[in-house]
């Protein structure tokens, strides 16, 4: 889990309020990912970056922005929070296997506790 | 739409017996398809894996057992350990693919 952290590690706010969460990694890994995850729904994929300048949706977006400030930084914003965007947060880097195949390990950062009141 | 589906959500095994959770897929196209353990207050990591390829992989206590026609693949858990307890998420991927597919998580306590 030190190889990818994640600020802050739990956060508390109100309705309406931006919020950013901030992922590092010095894993030296490409591709990037954020998650949600919310009792009995398992994980969700909000964004996910192969690189720098490539930024995709997941199945989750709505309501969520990302920037990729670098290989290594990956920040997930909330731009106007709303009670049901509470859930624990996850980051994860991954690298793809040779060839291109699907064979990628996702490292998972420790995540972040956000409750939105 | 869940992708993968997970069950049963939570489970409870004595120390010594075995732990099973199932997962079934309907994509054919998925082609990868791990585990992951988690802890309270960790992020998931990476217990084990499998492609449909093989229809078994075994790694010390833990096997992955896969069956293609089915389109279901489940987590055995031998001789199921105290420090075993946690939340294990099973979950597929395809070639070339850009996501992974989570299962909803099984909650696994092991009594002593």
């Known amino acids: 889990d030190a190889d990818v952290t994640q600020t802050p590690r739990n956060r508390i706010t109100k309705t309406g309020k931006r919020i950013m969460l901030e992922c590092s990694q010095t894993?030296?890994?490409?591709?990037m990912y954020w998650y949600r995850q919310d009792p009995g729904l398992g994980l969700r994929l909000i964004y996910y970056?192969?690189?720098?300048?490539?930024?995709n949706k997941g199945e989750i977006s709505d309501g969520y922005s990302v920037s990729r400030q670098a290989q290594a930084k990956f920040s997930l914003s909330l731009e106007s929070a709303i009670p049901n965007q509470t859930a624990l947060y996850f980051c994860?880097?991954?690298?793809?296997?040779?060839?291109?195949?699907?064979?990628?390990?996702?490292?998972f950062g420790p995540g972040t506790r956000l409750t939105v009141l | 739409q869940q992708q993968v589906k997970q069950s049963p959500q939570s489970l409870i095994v004595q120390k010594g017996g075995i732990s099973i959770i199932n997962c079934a897929y309907e994509?054919?196209?998925?082609?990868?398809f791990p585990w992951y353990q988690q802890f309270p207050g960790k992020g998931p990591a990476l217990l084990i894996a499998?492609?449909?390829?093989?229809s078994e992989k075994k790694e010390g206590r833990f096997t992955i057992s896969f069956n293609k026609s089915a389109k279901q693949f489940s987590l055995h858990i031998m001789d199921s350990q105290p420090g075993d307890s946690a939340t294990y998420f099973c979950a597929a991927s395809m070639v070339w693919g850009n996501q992974f597919y989570f299962g909803t998580g099984t909650s696994l306590t092991v009594i002593p």
């Open positions: 894993k030296g890994h490409d591709r």
């Open positions: 994509n054919t196209a998925f082609d990868y």
């Open positions: 994860a880097t991954s690298v793809v296997g040779s060839g291109g195949v699907s064979t990628d390990t996702q490292y």
């Open positions: 970056s192969f690189d720098v300048k490539d930024i």
């Open positions: 499998i492609r449909p390829d093989v």
